[in-house]
C-alpha cells in the first residue's frame, strides 16, 4: 500500500481541519516577514525624521504595519496550535481504528507467521511515523518553503538582480544541506534497526525469564544480550560522530554562504541600488532564510526514515487476507446442526495435501469424538471448520449452507470452542466469562461459573469475580484457566460445540466434576471432540479414528474395541501406562 495514498485517504476525511492548519502555518509564516518588512522600513526612515517631520506619518504606518503583522503572527499561532490539538489526536484515532480493523480480519494463519507483539509494534510505529510526518511536513517543509519565497521575494522586490544572486547561492545551499542530511539518515536507519534488535532481545529474556532460570542460562543471555547492545552502542556512536562531521560541513557552508550573501547586500548599497531600510531588511531576512534551508535538510533526512517506518508497518498489517468474506456473504440460517466435510482438499503452505477428497457427515445433535496421533488432521479440521483457514477444494456446510458464502462473524456466533490452551484478557474473571455473551447478567455470568465448577475458587480470590487474571491468565493455574473457559462456553449456549483436549490441564477429581457439567453442556447440541484421554469420548455417538488425513477407522467406543484396530491399540497403550 502506498504511504502517500494512504495518509491521503485520511486527510479528506479531515480536510477542514487541515486545510486551517495550513493556512494558519502560511499565513503565520509571511507575518514573520512582514514584521521585518515593517520594522526594516521604519528603521530605514528614522534618519530623515531629523531633517523632515513630514515622514511622521510614514514612520507611524509602519509601526502600525508592524502591529498588525505582530497581532496576526499571534493569531494564526493560536489558530493553528488550537486546530492541531485537534486534528493530530483525531487523525491518528482514525488510523488507529483501521489497523485494528485489518489486524483482526487478518487470518490465524497470519498470526502462526507474525509475532503478535511485532505487529502491534508496527501498528505503532505507523501511527508515530505518519504524527511524525505530519509535523516535518509542516515544521520542516511547509513553514520553510513560505518563509524562503517570501524572503527572497522581499530581497529580490529590493534588487532583483541582487536577489537572483542570493537565490543561486541559496539554492547551493540546500542542494548540499539535503545531500548532507541524507547521509546521515542512512546511519540513524542502522542506529535504529541495531537497536531494535536489542530491545527486541530484552524483551524476550524478560518474557521467557522462568526459562532462563529454569536452564541456569542466566550468564549466557546476558552475554548474549550484552553482545547485541554493543553492537547497537557503536552503531549510535558512529552515528553521532558521522553528525558531528556533518553538521560541521553544513555549519561551515552556512558562514561562507551568508557571510557572501551579507558582502552582496553591503556592496549594492556601496554601488547606491539599497537604501538603508533595503539593507536592515535583507541582512535580516537572510539569517531567517538560511535557517530554513537548513531545516529542510533536516526534513530531508527525517521524512525517510518516517516514510520507510510507515511503508514497512503497512505492508506487514495490510497484506491480503487469507480468508474473507464473500462479496455476497449473509448471515448463516443454521436450519439444523448437521455438519458436512464434502470432498475437502486441504494444504499448509508449500506442503503436500493433509486431507485430499475427506468426507465427513455428522448428524444434528451427533456427539462425534476425533482420535488420532499428532499430526492426523483432528485440529486441522476443526479450525477449517470456524474458518481460522479455506479449503482449497470441496466444501463444508453447517446447518446445510455453505460455510464460505457466509459472514464468518454468524458462523463462530455459532460455534463455542474449548481449546486446549485457554486464551484469557488481562481483564477480571466476570469480564473473561461473560466474553461468551456480552450481555449477561452477573447472575448469569455465576450460574455459568458454578456449571463449570470455578465458582468455589473464583470466591477464594481476595477479589473474587472482580479478579484480575494477568497477561494470558497467568496468575491463574492451568485447571482454573480451563475452567473459565468452560463456563465462558457454558454461557455462550451455541448450538454446536467443539472441545479440544478441554478437560487436558485438570486433575482427575476436577475432571470429574467438568465431566458432569460438559454432560449437561453437550445435551441438544452437535458436539465434536478431540481428547487424547479415550475415557473422555466413551460418551460420544460416534467415534473417528484419523491418521494422516484419513478415516481409518469409525464407530462406538465399544464396537472399536472389539474390531481391534487402530483404536484398540491406542486404548490398550493408555492402559498401560495408567
Known amino acids: 500500500m502506498s504511504v502517500f495514498a494512504f495518509i491521503l485517504k485520511y486527510l479528506r476525511k479531515t480536510k477542514f481541519m487541515a486545510s486551517v492548519i495550513v493556512v494558519a502555518m502560511i499565513t503565520r509564516s509571511i507575518a514573520d516577514r512582514g514584521e521585518v518588512y515593517a520594522m526594516s522600513q521604519t528603521i530605514g526612515i528614522l534618519p530623515d525624521y531629523a531633517t523632515d517631520k513630514s515622514v511622521l506619518n510614514k514612520i507611524i504606518f509602519y509601526i502600525g504595519l508592524m502591529a498588525f503583522f505582530l497581532l496576526l503572527e499571534g493569531i494564526t499561532n493560536y489558530i493553528w496550535r488550537y486546530f492541531g490539538g485537534k486534528f493530530q489526536p483525531y487523525f491518528s484515532s482514525l488510523i488507529y481504528k483501521d489497523l485494528f480493523v485489518a489486524v483482526h480480519h487478518q487470518s490465524i494463519n497470519f498470526f502462526n507467521i507474525e509475532m503478535s507483539g511485532k505487529v502491534a509494534s508496527k501498528a505503532k510505529n505507523i501511527v508515530s511515523g505518519i504524527r511524525d510526518i505530519y509535523g516535518s511536513v509542516l515544521f520542516g517543509l511547509l513553514r520553510p518553503i513560505t518563509g524562503i519565497i517570501v524572503?527572497?521575494?522581499?530581497?529580490?522586490?529590493?534588487?532583483?538582480?541582487?536577489?537572483?544572486?542570493?537565490?543561486?547561492?541559496?539554492?547551493?545551499?540546500?542542494?548540499?544541506?539535503?545531500?548532507?542530511?541524507?547521509?546521515?539518515?542512512?546511519?540513524?536507519?542502522?542506529?535504529?534497526?541495531?537497536?531494535?534488535?536489542?530491545?527486541?532481545?530484552?524483551?524476550?529474556?524478560?518474557?521467557?525469564?522462568?526459562?532462563?532460570?529454569?536452564?541456569?542460562?542466566?550468564?549466557?543471555?546476558?552475554?548474549?544480550?550484552?553482545?547485541?547492545?554493543?553492537?547497537?552502542?557503536?552503531?549510535e556512536q558512529e552515528e553521532r560522530t558521522k553528525d558531528a562531521l556533518y553538521d560541521l560541513q553544513g555549519k561551515t557552508l552556512f558562514y561562507i554562504v551568508y557571510l557572501v550573501s551579507c558582502i552582496c547586500v553591503f556592496y549594492f548599497w556601496y554601488l547606491g541600488r539599497l537604501e538603508l531600510a533595503d539593507v536592515v531588511m535583507s541582512t535580516s531576512l537572510m539569517d531567517g532564510l538560511m535557517m530554513e534551508i537548513t531545516n529542510i535538510g533536516f526534513f530531508a533526512g527525517e521524512f525517510s526514515q518516517d516514510y520507510g517506518q510507515v511503508k514497512d508497518g503497512l505492508n506487514l498489517i495490510f497484506q491480503p487476507y487469507q480468508v474473507k468474506d464473500a462479496p455476497d456473504a449473509h448471515n448463516i440460517k443454521m436450519r439444523d446442526q448437521a455438519i458436512n466435510f464434502d470432498k475437502i482438499?486441504?494444504?499448509?503452505?508449500?506442503?503436500?495435501?493433509?486431507?485430499?477428497?475427506?468426507?465427513?457427515?455428522?448428524?444434528?445433535?451427533?456427539?462425534?469424538?476425533?482420535?488420532?496421533?499428532?499430526?492426523?488432521?483432528?485440529?486441522?479440521?476443526?479450525?477449517?471448520?470456524?474458518?481460522?483457514?479455506?479449503?482449497?477444494?470441496?466444501?463444508?456446510?453447517?446447518?446445510?449452507?455453505?460455510?464460505?458464502?457466509?459472514?464468518?462473524?454468524?458462523?463462530?456466533?455459532?460455534?463455542?470452542?474449548?481449546?486446549?490452551?485457554?486464551?484469557?484478557?488481562?481483564?477480571?474473571?466476570?469480564?473473561?466469562?461473560?466474553?461468551?455473551?456480552?450481555?449477561?447478567?452477573?447472575?448469569?455470568?455465576?450460574?455459568?461459573?458454578?456449571?463449570?465448577?470455578?465458582?468455589?475458587?473464583?470466591?477464594?480470590?481476595?477479589?473474587?469475580?472482580?479478579?484480575?487474571?494477568?497477561?494470558?491468565?497467568?496468575?491463574?493455574?492451568?485447571?482454573?484457566?480451563?475452567?473459565?473457559?468452560?463456563?465462558?462456553?457454558?454461557?455462550?449456549?451455541?448450538?454446536?460445540?467443539?472441545?479440544?483436549?478441554?478437560?487436558?490441564?485438570?486433575?482427575?477429581?476436577?475432571?470429574?466434576?467438568?465431566?458432569?457439567?460438559?454432560?449437561?453442556?453437550?445435551?441438544?447440541?452437535?458436539?465434536?471432540?478431540?481428547?487424547?484421554?479415550?475415557?473422555?469420548?466413551?460418551?460420544?455417538?460416534?467415534?473417528?479414528?484419523?491418521?494422516?488425513?484419513?478415516?481409518?477407522?469409525?464407530?462406538?467406543?465399544?464396537?472399536?474395541?472389539?474390531?481391534?484396530?487402530?483404536?484398540?491399540?491406542?486404548?490398550?497403550?493408555?492402559?498401560?501406562?495408567?
Open 345 to 578: 482438499t486441504y494444504h499448509y503452505e508449500d506442503k503436500e495435501n493433509l486431507f485430499d477428497s475427506f468426507n465427513l457427515k455428522i448428524k444434528s445433535g451427533e456427539k462425534v469424538g476425533l482420535v488420532g496421533h499428532s499430526g492426523s488432521g483432528k485440529s486441522t479440521l476443526i479450525k477449517l471448520l470456524v474458518r481460522y483457514y479455506d479449503v482449497n477444494g470441496g466444501k463444508i456446510t453447517v446447518g446445510g449452507e455453505d460455510i464460505s458464502k457466509v459472514r464468518q462473524n454468524s458462523l463462530r456466533a455459532q460455534i463455542a470452542v474449548i481449546p486446549q490452551d485457554t486464551t484469557l484478557f488481562n481483564r477480571t474473571i466476570m469480564e473473561n466469562i461473560r466474553y461468551g455473551k456480552i450481555d449477561a447478567s452477573d447472575d448469569e455470568v455465576i450460574k455459568a461459573a458454578e456449571m463449570a465448577y470455578a465458582d468455589e475458587f473464583i470466591r477464594r480470590l481476595p477479589h473474587g469475580y472482580d479478579s484480575k487474571v494477568g497477561e494470558r491468565g497467568v496468575m491463574l493455574s492451568g485447571g482454573e484457566r480451563q475452567r473459565i473457559a468452560i463456563a465462558r462456553a457454558i454461557l455462550k449456549n451455541a448450538p454446536i460445540l467443539i472441545l479440544d483436549e478441554a478437560t487436558s490441564a485438570l486433575d482427575s477429581e476436577s475432571e470429574q466434576y467438568i465431566q458432569k457439567s460438559l454432560k449437561k453442556l453437550m445435551k441438544n447440541k452437535t458436539v465434536i471432540a478431540i481428547a487424547h484421554r479415550l475415557s473422555t469420548l466413551r460418551e460420544m455417538d460416534r467415534l473417528v479414528v484419523m491418521d494422516n488425513g484419513k478415516i481409518i477407522e469409525e464407530g462406538s467406543h465399544d464396537k472399536l474395541l472389539a474390531a481391534k484396530g487402530a483404536y484398540y491399540e491406542f486404548y490398550q497403550i493408555q492402559s498401560l501406562n495408567k
Open 151 to 235: 524572503s527572497l521575494f522581499l530581497i529580490c522586490r529590493a534588487d532583483l538582480l541582487m536577489g537572483g544572486i542570493i537565490s543561486v547561492l541559496n539554492l547551493i545551499f540546500l542542494g548540499v544541506n539535503v545531500a548532507i542530511h541524507k547521509k546521515i539518515g542512512s546511519y540513524s536507519e542502522k542506529r535504529a534497526r541495531f537497536h531494535a534488535e536489542a530491545d527486541g532481545v530484552f524483551i524476550d529474556t524478560v518474557t521467557n525469564s522462568d526459562l532462563v532460570k529454569s536452564f541456569a542460562n542466566y550468564f549466557y543471555e546476558k552475554g548474549y544480550f550484552y553482545r547485541v547492545l554493543r553492537t547497537a552502542v557503536r552503531s
